[in-house]
T-cell receptor, first 111, second 113 residues
Framework: QQQVKQSPQSLIVQKGGISIINCAYENTAFDYFPWYQQFPGKGPALLIAIRPDVSEKKEGRFTISFNKSAKQFSLHIMDSQPGDSATYFCAANQAGTALIFGKGTTLSVSS | DAGVIQSPRHEVTEMGQEVTLRCKPISGHNSLFWYRQTMMRGLELLIYFNNNVPIDDSGMPEDRFSAKMPNASFSTLKIQPSEPRDSAVYFC???????????FGPGTRLTVT
């Protein structure tokens, strides 16, 4: 049973555009929703995370939007740059437990 | 801070051989996680430890896989005997006690021929 569903599988965006990746979760006990960025040959790196008590969190060009009633959250990358080209994973968990990951989205930002 | 350290970075072995992957978590982190990444299944938990004690090993595929954490600064994941379907990238991650944040190592790419 896939507890975190991520879409799209791949995304191509022009430089300067907005990249949007969506995730949906099933387990209402989850209370932490991070996004990880992974470059080829590297480990996933924590990008930004949100708790369910807020609906939005922004860090620089990266924003998480969270809809608790719909059990959905999304990552928005503003002014996308070629250096943002990577694979992005959403995840969810409860305190002290392992992360449940989405299947990933490969983002390509064309210059 | 050196981050999570994993070794080896690459391992190529023949089917039936024993493989040992190693991980050094970030100093002071109490939780350690082993994940496996494949194209088909994505990132999946194998096992995690808290204060050196295994808490959840529900992701360990079968008895061929075993993991230990003899002290707070070292963990191993062993596969014996290895099979081609074990080919994947294995990641170790660590987390401070009480924190949600997990920090990943660079991974070990395992190829079993």
């Amino acid at each position: 049973q896939q507890q975190v569903k991520q879409s799209p599988q791949s995304l191509i965006v022009q430089k300067g555009g907005i990249s949007i990746i969506n995730c949906a979760y099933e387990n209402t006990a989850f209370d932490y929703f991070p996004w990880y960025q992974q470059f080829p040959g590297k480990g996933p790196a924590l990008l930004i995370a949100i708790r369910p008590d807020v609906s939005e969190k922004k860090e620089g060009r990266f924003t998480i939007s969270f809809n608790k009633s719909a059990k959905q959250f999304s990552l928005h990358i503003m002014d996308s740059q070629p250096g943002d080209s990577a694979t992005y994973f959403c995840a969810a968990n409860q305190a002290g437990t392992a992360l449940i990951f989405g299947k990933g989205t490969t983002l390509s930002v064309s210059s | 801070d050196a981050g999570v350290i994993q070794s080896p970075r690459h391992e190529v072995t023949e089917m039936g051989q024993e493989v040992t992957l190693r991980c050094k978590p970030i100093s002071g982190h109490n939780s350690l996680f082993w994940y496996r990444q494949t194209m088909m299944r994505g990132l999946e938990l194998l096992i995690y430890f808290n204060n050196n004690v295994p808490i959840d090993d529900s992701g360990m595929p079968e008895d061929r896989f075993s993991a230990k954490m003899p002290n707070a600064s070292f963990s191993t994941l062993k596969i014996q005997p290895s099979e081609p379907r074990d080919s994947a990238v294995y990641f170790c991650a660590s987390s401070p006690d009480g924190s949600y944040e997990q920090y990943f190592g660079p991974g070990t790419r395992l190829t079993v021929t």
